[in-house]
Every structure is written in structure tokens, then in C-alpha cells.
């Protein structure tokens, strides 16, 4: 199984692609080889996707096993394609880049705190879950800041121990902060994980995937 590999050339995975427990969002251009790998690795069945004829879908989605929140100018055709597999919902407003704004397993979602009640409450909703505002290392785009499985949560390295216990309370998961590729604090960008694997961006050094290993539950 890969560990490490690049998306259409880069390390930012988190940022190309999105996944759950069952689907892993690719964009179109990403190789047969690649697919592969990330379907072994996660356990979940690949989807060639966009939003809004955008190919950055781990900016833009963000979902769990209940189903996904897209970025509200994602096209009629690219919603009806995703909801052959999966509820989708639109999330409308001027914050509208899912998989920026969100931190979410299956039971639990931390979100950008500038976010509205009707965004809060479809989100809820389409996911399933409780759902909180707050911030991760100060920042409020907690989707990149932090990845969230259904065992463990790590987060930026600059949370501090108010924002950690917020998200210990929430998801009731073992928290520890770390890094991807070489010293990035955005840990959703360059990770992608759910229950069953993990697959990070080429340039992420052996102590990190020793934290993420560990947080995550793979040991």
C-alpha cells in the first residue's frame, strides 16, 4: 500500500481531493495508477469529479458517511453525478468552500466560526452530525488546519490547549497536533485519511507519519 504519493503533481492531496470512509473525490485528470493506490490504501471506491469545473475538490467538498457539503457554485451536472453515490448539499453563501470551512468525521463537525445558522444547520443535516464553530491555530479555515477520522483528529501545530480541548469535547477522539510535507502546519492539505488508511503528500518526512500513524489510530 502507498503511503506517500502526489495529485495531479503535488503534495497538497488534501487540497485536490476529498474522502470519507466508502468514496475518495479525484479530480478528472488524475492517472488509472493513482486511482489505484488510493482506493487501496483508503478501502473506498475512487470518483473523477469537480466542482464548478474546479479540480482543488478537497477545497471544495467535504463529506462523511452520510453524506457530502460542496462548494455552492458546483454545476447542476457535477451535484447529479456526486448524488449517484452519496447525499449532496449545496453550501450557499459567501463561505462557501466545503472542504475549507469544515473539520468532519461521522459524528462531529468543527467549522469556520464566520459561518451562518442556515450554513450550521445544512451542514447538520446533510452530514448528520453536531456541529461547532471554532479555530485551529487561530485559523478559521479549520477544513486544511486539521483532518478528522472516526478515530483520531490532528491538528495544526499552534492550537492551543482552549482549541484542543474544544475539539476533544466534540469528537470525543484522541487529539495531537503535527505536520505533512516537510514542516506544513496545514495538516488537512497534504493528508488524506479515513478509518481504514492514509495516503500523504510525497515530501511528508518518517516523524510525521509516525504522529499521523499514532493520532490516527494505524498502529
Do not use: W
Not at 106 to 121: M, Q
Not at 168 to 188: C, H, K, M, Q
Not at 192 to 200: D, E
Request: glycine share 12%.
Amino acid at each position: 500500500m502507498k503511503r506517500k504519493l502526489n495529485i495531479s503533481g503535488s503534495p497538497v492531496l488534501g487540497v485536490f481531493a476529498a474522502c470519507t470512509d466508502e468514496l475518495v473525490f479525484v479530480p478528472y485528470d488524475t492517472t488509472e495508477e493513482t486511482l489505484k493506490e488510493l482506493e487501496e490504501s483508503l478501502g473506498a471506491t475512487a470518483l473523477r469529479s469537480s466542482v464548478g469545473g474546479s479540480s482543488i475538490i478537497g477545497s471544495l467538498l467535504r463529506g462523511n458517511c452520510n453524506g457530502v457539503m460542496v462548494a455552492g457554485f458546483i454545476l447542476d451536472k457535477e451535484l447529479r453525478q456526486i448524488r449517484k453515490h452519496t447525499k449532496a448539499a449545496r453550501l450557499t453563501g459567501e463561505l462557501n468552500a466545503a472542504g475549507n470551512l469544515i473539520l468532519a468525521n461521522d459524528t462531529a463537525a468543527l467549522v469556520h466560526p464566520d459561518l451562518s445558522d442556515k450554513s450550521v444547520g445544512i451542514i447538520k443535516k446533510t452530514l448528520g452530525v453536531d456541529v461547532k464553530r471554532g479555530t485551529l491555530g487561530g485559523l478559521k479555515t479549520v477544513g486544511m488546519a486539521g483532518i478528522a477520522t472516526n478515530k483520531g483528529v490532528l491538528v495544526h501545530p499552534k492550537s492551543s490547549p482552549a482549541e484542543i480541548a474544544v475539539i476533544e469535547e466534540l469528537f470525543a477522539l484522541p487529539v495531537d497536533i503535527g505536520t505533512v510535507n516537510f514542516g506544513s502546519p496545514l495538516v488537512g492539505s497534504g493528508l488524506l485519511a479515513n478509518s481504514k488508511g492514509y495516503v500523504t503528500g510525497e515530501d511528508t518526512t518518517g516523524p510525521e507519519i509516525s504522529r499521523i500513524e499514532d493520532t490516527l489510530g494505524y498502529l
